[in-house]
């Protein structure tokens, strides 16, 4: 079992930036994706971004020139940053792991909370 720790969510007015980071009890490497998604209150969870196995990256449209999803394998470890931030970017933040199409991992979830 892979065990996700999701840091860096907080508080912060619109404009302002901030880096989430998700680190893995084991190995990432070989994952097949590494994502980021979130869940604003009464919403449905969705997906912010993701890089796949082949290195591509996609992004949710309303993130595209403000959101980064980079990731370190030597560290296990995914990261999102976030920049010039909206009052709409107000979620709990997840990451998500996907080794398989049958073992998929996710952090318990990060509160990132902009004012405006």
């Known amino acids: 079992q892979l065990q996700l720790v999701e840091s860096g969510g907080g508080s912060v007015q619109s404009g302002g930036s901030l880096r989430l980071s998700c680190e893995a009890s084991?190995?990432?490497?070989?994952?097949?994706?590494w994502g980021w998604y979130r869940q604003a209150p009464g919403k449905q969870r969705e997906l912010v971004a993701l890089?796949?196995?082949?290195?591509?990256?996609d992004y949710a449209d309303d993130v595209k020139g403000r959101f980064t999803i980079s990731g370190d394998s030597a560290k296990n470890a995914i990261y999102l940053q976030m920049n010039d931030l909206k009052p709409e970017d107000t979620a709990v933040y997840y990451c998500k792991i996907t080794m398989s199409r049958n073992s998929i991992y996710w952090g318990q979830g990060t509160q990132v909370t902009v004012a405006s």
């Open positions: 890089i796949k196995r082949d290195g591509t990256r």
């Open positions: 084991g190995s990432i490497f070989s994952a097949i994706g």
